[in-house]
């Protein structure tokens, strides 16, 4: 899963959710200077990759891609996810989605001096581009998919991936409703493990 699944996956505890958004940029077991809960955070964050990786559902999305884009695969699954996240978001919260991800900005600038080196490079632009609310529009998955081809030299080819996207739409989306219920259940339960 993306940015916006691992905040919502996180329930209402903002130092689960900042460890669970910076997981990606804390390497090995290096974390242990941090506050218990953002500790929690990124243990849950791994859980959650390892359940995802290793879920039917979203090995059939993985395979539903063109081969060019090898590796990259769940990447692009994990974005497209987000996507559906965003676009359906009423679905899954009360609060909107506009108002949801200006806290979320706000937490993390609030908070900016704990969070690791490449997390305070990356956080300025995806405030200034909105990247969490402009998941749910075709036109911010390919901005992100575009930055993130600019980032592999263009070996990824992830920039076409929105073409992929929107020949299986539903098909994606359906993968991504049912999926989402399993994992939802299974952060859920993560959390009450960790707490």
Do not use: C
Not at 140 to 160: C, D, F, P
Not at 169 to 175: K, P, S
Request: hydrophobic share 35%; aromatic share 14%; proline share 2%.
């Amino acid at each position: 899963m993306n940015f916006l699944a691992h905040l919502y996956l996180s329930g209402n505890n903002t130092n689960i959710m900042i460890g669970n958004f910076i997981a990606d940029h804390v390497k090995g077991n290096k974390f242990s200077h941090y506050h218990q809960d953002i500790q929690k955070g990124i243990l849950l964050h791994r859980e959650i990759d390892t359940y995802t990786d290793a879920h039917e559902i979203v090995r059939k999305s993985k395979r539903r891609l063109h081969e060019r884009y090898r590796h990259y695969d769940g990447v692009i699954i994990d974005i497209f996810y987000d996507h559906f996240l965003a676009k359906n978001w009423k679905n899954y919260s009360q609060i909107p989605l506009n108002i949801y991800v200006d806290s979320v900005y706000k937490l993390l600038q609030e908070n900016i001096d704990i969070l690791p080196e490449k997390t305070q490079e990356m956080l300025p632009f995806m405030i200034q581009y909105n990247w969490l609310y402009n998941y749910q529009f075709a036109k911010g998955i390919q901005e992100v998919l575009s930055g993130m081809n600019r980032r592999t030299n263009g070996k990824s080819h992830m920039n076409l991936a929105t073409e992929d996207l929107l020949e299986n739409y539903q098909i994606f989306e359906n993968d991504f409703t049912t999926f989402f219920e399993d994992l939802y259940t299974f952060s859920n339960q993560k959390i009450s493990e960790i707490s």
